[in-house]
């Protein structure tokens, strides 16, 4: 009967699939083509109603055989592509994007740059949401490509440039390209998502024509808006642009204060320490503090010699001035019991003599405030400094044995 | 770790996941996902793209035919868990009915029946013994009177096996007798109302068949790989849970060669509970090893020299079943701890628990689990937490304030419906911040600096989700392993990620993360099977139930010796096995050209690009595991028939073969007692008895009893039965002193006799030997001895004289006396235990203990030794001969 006939065939082709799945996993690309040429055939009677139909797993299938067998060609794939894009109406958008990706990941620049004005100008009916969102993806693609002709083109005008020659024709050129891409860029990332790469390239352009309030709206967006994700690279992209305007550093810091808020590991807490050790203003030195602590209790920092470089300048600078000492007590107090296992066991000062002696040297000042003479990191890296007839540890024992009081009244 | 100065492009939404699905099969390949553009350089002409799936990874080979196994069974057969034929319907008519709609049919009903035959008591006691002289089970007819109050059993059977018979016939109701007699005493026959019984059952069987499909007890894995020191020697240990009942912990060094190899025998513990999960973390040059079982969770250290002992540091209780452990990567002796009611706490071993969170509802959506999992973070104060809806993160110093949400099923990580959080793990030993997550369907890498939104997912298309994971940090630049394994399929699957490529475009600034190299199916445990020895078909059988038992846990470990990289991982099953892949790197970062021809034609040339054969010493391997298999595995005895020994086995024939003729000692003996007979005198002094015994006292009857028993039965029968005992008990100083000088006379008398009493000497000994085994108190009757009484003593008085006949020695006891025993050559250590062994056999079925006093008189055999040594002992033990 018709209806056994179904099934039967379904079985068969369900063994032909597991069977290429088993030669793909097994990086056995030939045997697995050999399947696909007899699982083609499902494509003539497509029962099924699974989200994941026949074609698109010839595509899937096909082009993970084409990537990595042996014999394939750049000629080949596309002429695949081309017939897969055919086969579905709902998946074109998305075999015309992976095509774009494979083209340009090999280099193919412009190849990809012509699929990518084919597909912009597909239509077929009402769009579906995903539909429309790779539309947008492959409109924000072209205007990246646009976006690299106009760098291009503009590396060329300023090489000329040099030379005090100019090509009005490349300059039109430029500019048309510029149009392009901005109109393009400017869609997608009005989306909420992840669009670090089209962001950036569109201030570039913004910034290039003189466009800062543009520019700055569009970061401020790009950080800001509640809708799009926490992305730390939102927040380096604003401070970035700030600096390269020169802004005052009240707007540099309030920039990296939300970044510091939002991830408080970030690399840029160094020069945002840097920044505000300089300041002469309390809060800023107090939050400089804090931010410098912060830093450290990521297993990230653990062994960053800047970073703690940083940390004992400050705390020298206080213990000094004697002044503040409940800022360092304050911080320590909901770290006592965990940094010294953390950073100041008896294994880490080895460790950290035997491969850093600097980092060794600023961890043991700090261990040597905070916890007082008497902790091991400290002793074990000042005595072994000592033996090793270093200056700066014999300088380093003196220091902290001078100021062991500090210790007792930060811990008290 | 810097964070990544641009990330690849992605949509970023809200609110549940919009995309429908299901599993789908090859749903991860032939996606390069997006692409990130370096841009051009100054002196580059083209803008250079890398795609987020689709770079060049590490090239695996497997260096055998299959996987080989470590460690041999230890003893103890492994106990398959229910299958799903043992729970589901079978018959034709379900078969119809599953292929109709409904997924399974719980065979509710003859898992019923198991309960009634295994437990009859629990299920009908109290009823059945009364009823039963009302249930008649012969199969001949009744008779009238009987017939009014007696039920016939066998008629009930015969229909109930007619009803079988007729399974999925439409007249199988017109079985009117058993409807009528299950109508007439469902409400009463069972000792447990039916109701309630069924619910129980039924709602134990859901539980067995929902454990069946997705068992997530075992999420994590038990098996742990502690590696060796840096710089030591390579011997690193496995940590895994064995034992038929998989409650002891084992502590397995493995020395790292060719082909691993355990080296001594394992530091074991015992514990009070299936292991169900190993985890471990090394902090400061030591391991912690955290193992959890469904009521307790405790940790070890390990220290970072191998060899030394483990030794365990704390245990903790829960009241509801614990799922899951985490020792933290930063802190010594802390650990993470989630209990399936919503709890999560923090255990640090200085300062105990600390309750980091209580909530029994999931955090994002409903969801009926009560899974929950909890891991550190690059904050070694901040835990992550998680159930099947996805992960947030708590800051332990004030967790109701500080968290964020790190993961959720929905369209911000572009989930599919359904998809379910499996198992989370931190990759701190690759990249400080991120966090491995698993569903069924994809695996995401999360940067916890970058919350929500995935850095990397890809659809895995594993059949079952992946239970285990295990990471292998590559060096910084290169790409990172990560195993994952299915607990029920066994499927292995190995994926590399980069969580840094060294950005064309930004001058080496750190880049996204992308997947690296195609992923890789690993050699199932399984896939052994038809490498080992060709078996008998049914052995095949229990083998093949071995090695296709589920999965239990995954460990790895990366091996450089130079240029040469090589992967060992280690798979433990649930029967105990632990089960290793041998992975190589082809080499392709420096592709000389001959490899490279080689890498080209391999995979086109044969199909099979791992060897075919495995290599000898995977062999050797193989049999050796198979013989400690059938060794481990062999029936142990029964013992539901009563004991039965041949005596062959414990004397050889020899020993049981009487002499062969009348010994020299025998015939001197006889052609004296002719003599004298001839003579018409009597031999006096027979032998030289009883050194330190004083007589006995006189009041048995001379001829009759030989025995005590009889002696006390026949004055008791007489009724003074008193006066026997105290006669028994009580010497008088003079007949003391009489015995011993009578004694003494006998000495001499003996002395001029040297050539008979000499070759008595072994009964003498034998005496002396009781006399120290016994704290001499009253002694007691022999009736091997004979009275014997000297000419020149004159008898106790009131006592009649007693003619000494020699009593011949019962049947018994001529075996168990120690000269025969001697005789025939059984060793005098040997003898005890004979005694003791046939005194059982004698006894018969065991009884309920007497008073030590009467035991004596109660054993059947009245060996002498056996009645002394009772005597004097108070309770006599059983004798032991290993059953």
């Known amino acids: ?412 | 770790m810097e964070f990544p100065a641009a990330l690849f492009p992605s949509y970023f939404g809200a609110g549940p996941p919009q995309e429908e699905g299901g599993p789908a099969p090859v749903a991860g390949w032939g996606e390069h996902g997006q692409v990130l553009g370096g841009g051009p350089g100054r002196r580059q002409v083209q803008p250079a793209f890398v795609p987020r799936r689709g770079a060049t990874g590490d090239k695996w080979e497997a260096a055998d035919a299959a996987a080989v196994p470590v460690l041999l069974p230890s003893a103890g057969c492994w106990i398959p868990s229910p299958a799903p034929q043992d729970i589901l319907y079978r018959s034709g008519l379900c078969r119809k009915l599953k292929a109709s709609k409904s997924g399974a049919t719980l065979d509710f009903a003859r898992q019923l029946g198991h309960f009634f035959v295994d437990y009859p008591e629990d299920a009908f006691g109290s009823l059945g013994r009364l009823l039963h002289k009302n249930f008649y089970l012969g199969n001949s007819k009744l008779k009238r009177p009987a017939r009014n109050s007696t039920i016939r059993m066998t008629t009930l059977m015969e229909d109930i096996d007619r009803l079988e018979a007729r399974r999925g016939c439409p007249r199988q109701h017109l079985a009117s007798r058993l409807r009528w007699f299950s109508h007439l005493c469902r409400d009463w026959l069972f000792e447990v109302p039916l109701g309630l019984l069924a619910d129980c059952l039924h709602e134990e069987l859901m539980q067995q068949w929902s454990s069946l499909l997705f068992d997530d007890s075992l999420t994590g894995g038990a098996l742990a790989w502690l590696p060796p020191e840096d710089g030591g020697t390579p011997v690193g240990c496995l940590v895994h849970p064995g034992g038929q009942a998989m409650n002891h912990l084992y502590f397995q060094d493995v020395v790292l060669e060719e082909l691993p190899r355990t080296r001594g025998s394992p530091a074991q513990f015992e514990l009070s509970g299936r292991v169900q999960q190993v985890a471990a973390a090394r902090v400061d040059g030591q391991d912690f090893v955290g193992v959890r079982s469904n009521y307790h969770c405790g940790v070890w250290r390990v220290p970072g020299k191998r060899g030394a002992a483990p030794t365990p540091l704390q245990v903790i209780r829960t009241d509801v079943p614990a799922s899951c452990l985490t020792v933290s990567p930063h802190l010594p002796g802390e650990l993470s701890v989630c209990t399936q009611s919503g709890t999560v706490y923090l255990w640090s071993i200085e300062t105990g628990l600390q309750q980091l969170r209580h909530d029994p509802q999931t955090m994002f959506f409903r969801d009926h689990s009560p899974w929950r999992w909890s891991d550190f973070t690059a904050h070694p104060r901040v835990l992550s937490c998680a159930d099947r809806t996805g992960l947030q993160c708590l800051d332990a110093r004030a967790p109701r304030r500080c968290h964020f949400d790190l993961f959720k099923v929905g369209e911000e990580a572009g989930c599919q419906q359904g998809e379910r959080v499996v198992l989370p793990m931190y990759l701190g030993r690759a990249h400080p911040s991120q966090y491995l997550v698993t569903t069924q369907f994809s695996v995401y890498v999360l940067d916890e600096r970058l919350p929500l939104v995935p850095v990397l997912k890809w659809a895995h298309m594993m059949k079952a989700p992946p239970l285990f994971a295990h990471l292998m940090p590559g060096k910084p630049g290169r790409s990172h392993n990560v195993l994952l394994g299915a607990s029920r399929t066994q499927e292995l699957l190995l994926l590399q990620y980069r969580d840094s490529f060294w950005g064309v475009s930004s001058g080496g600034s750190q880049s996204a993360c992308q997947l690296a190299g195609t992923p890789q199916k690993l050699h199932t445990i399984a896939g052994c099977l038809q490498h080992l020895p060709t078996q008998l078909p049914h052995r095949h059988h229990l083998l093949q139930q071995r090695l296709t038992a589920p999965a239990a846990g995954l460990a790895a470990t990366l091996q450089e010796d130079g240029p040469h990289k090589s992967m060992l991982i280690f798979q433990f099953s649930e029967a105990g096995d632990v089960i290793i892949n041998d992975e190589e790197e082809e080499d392709v970062g420096t592709p000389a050209p001959l490899k490279e021809a080689e890498l080209l034609q391999e995979p086109c040339a044969s199909p099979q690009p791992s060897p075919a054969v495995p290599s000898p010493a995977a062999a050797l391997r193989y049999r050796h595991w198979l013989r400690a298999l059938s060794r481990a595995c062999r029936e142990p005895p029964r013992h539901t028939w009563p004991p039965s020994l041949s005596q062959r086995r414990l004397f050889t024939r020899r020993d049981l073969e009487g002499p062969a003729g009348p010994s020299s000692l025998q015939r001197q003996m006889r052609q004296r007692l002719r003599q004298t007979m001839e003579e018409g005198g009597r031999i006096q002094h027979w032998e030289p008895l009883g050194l330190q015994l004083p007589p006995v006292p006189q009041t048995l009857e001379p001829a009759g009893g030989p025995d005590p028993l009889s002696a006390r039965l026949s004055a008791a029968w007489a009724g003074d039965w008193e006066q026997w005992w105290e006669e028994r008990t009580s010497f008088s100083v003079a007949q003391r002193q009489r015995a011993l000088r009578e004694r003494r006379q006998r000495q001499k008398r003996a002395q001029g006799r040297r050539s008979l009493s000499a070759s008595f000497t072994s009964s003498l000994t034998y005496q002396s030997e009781l006399s120290e085994l016994s704290d001499t108190g009253p002694p007691q009757l022999s009736p091997a001895r004979p009275p014997v009484l000297s000419q020149e003593g004159s008898p106790p008085a009131g006592s009649p004289p007693v003619h000494g006949p020699v009593t011949s020695a019962a049947p018994d006891e001529a075996l168990l006396s120690s000269q025969s025993l001697r005789c025939r050559g059984i060793p005098k250590e040997r003898q005890k235990t004979l005694r003791d062994y046939l005194s059982v056999w004698a006894e018969g079925p065991p009884e309920p203990p007497e008073p030590p006093g009467s035991q004596a008189s109660q054993l059947c055999i009245p060996s002498s030794q056996s009645q002394l040594s009772s005597a004097s002992q108070p309770r006599r033990k059983r004798p032991r001969m290993g059953f």
């Open chain 1, 1 to 412: 009967s018709s209806n056994e006939h179904k099934l039967n065939f379904k079985k068969s082709k369900e063994a032909c699939l597991s069977y290429i799945q088993d030669a793909l996993l097994q990086k056995q690309w030939k045997r697995a083509a050999e399947f696909l040429t007899c699982y083609v055939e499902s494509l003539e009677k497509d029962y099924s109603r699974e989200h994941i139909g026949p074609s698109e797993m010839i595509w899937r299938i096909g082009t993970e055989i084409l990537w990595h067998h042996s014999q394939n060609s750049m000629k080949e794939f596309n002429c695949f592509m081309e017939q897969m894009k055919t086969l579905g109406v709902k998946r074109y958008l998305k075999v015309c994007l992976e095509h774009v990706f494979h083209l340009l990941c090999n280099g193919q620049i412009d190849e990809a740059y012509q699929n990518l004005s084919v597909a912009e100008s597909w239509r077929f009916g009402e769009q579906t949401a995903i539909q429309d969102k790779e539309m947008k993806l492959i409109q924000a693609y072209r205007g990246l490509l646009d976006y690299y002709s106009w760098s291009k083109q503009k590396n060329i005008l300023l090489e000329h440039g040099e030379d005090g020659f100019s090509d009005l024709a490349v300059e039109q050129e430029m500019h048309g390209y510029f149009r392009k891409a901005a109109v393009n860029l400017k869609e997608i990332i009005k989306i909420p998502g992840v669009w670090d790469i089209f962001v950036k390239c569109y201030v570039d352009l913004l910034e290039f024509y003189g466009d800062h309030n543009e520019a700055r709206q569009v970061l401020n967006e790009y950080a800001y808006n509640s809708k799009f994700p926490a992305n730390p690279n939102a927040h380096v992209y604003l401070y970035q642009f700030l600096k390269r305007q020169g802004e005052s550093k009240k707007s540099l810091v309030s920039a990296l204060k939300i970044l510091h808020d939002i991830v408080p590991s970030h690399e840029l807490m160094i020069d945002f320490n840097t920044m505000l050790q300089k300041s002469k203003r309390r809060k800023k030195l107090r939050l400089g503090l804090e931010v410098i602590f912060a830093a450290l209790d990521y297993a990230g920092w653990k062994e960053n010699a800047k970073a703690w470089s940083c940390l004992a300048r400050q705390v020298k600078q206080i213990v000094i001035s004697e002044k503040h000492l409940d800022w360092i007590k304050q911080e320590w107090n909901s770290r006592k019991d965990w940094w010294p296992a953390f950073h100041f066991g008896r294994y880490l000062a080895k460790k950290n003599w035997q491969e850093n002696k600097s980092l060794s040297y600023e961890k043991a000042l700090v261990a040597g405030i905070l916890l007082g003479k008497g902790c091991k990191y400290f002793k074990y890296v000042s005595h072994q400094g000592c033996k090793a007839q270093l200056k700066r540890f014999r300088m380093l024992k003196k220091f902290v044995n001078r100021h062991n009081p500090v210790y007792l009244r930060i811990s008290g």
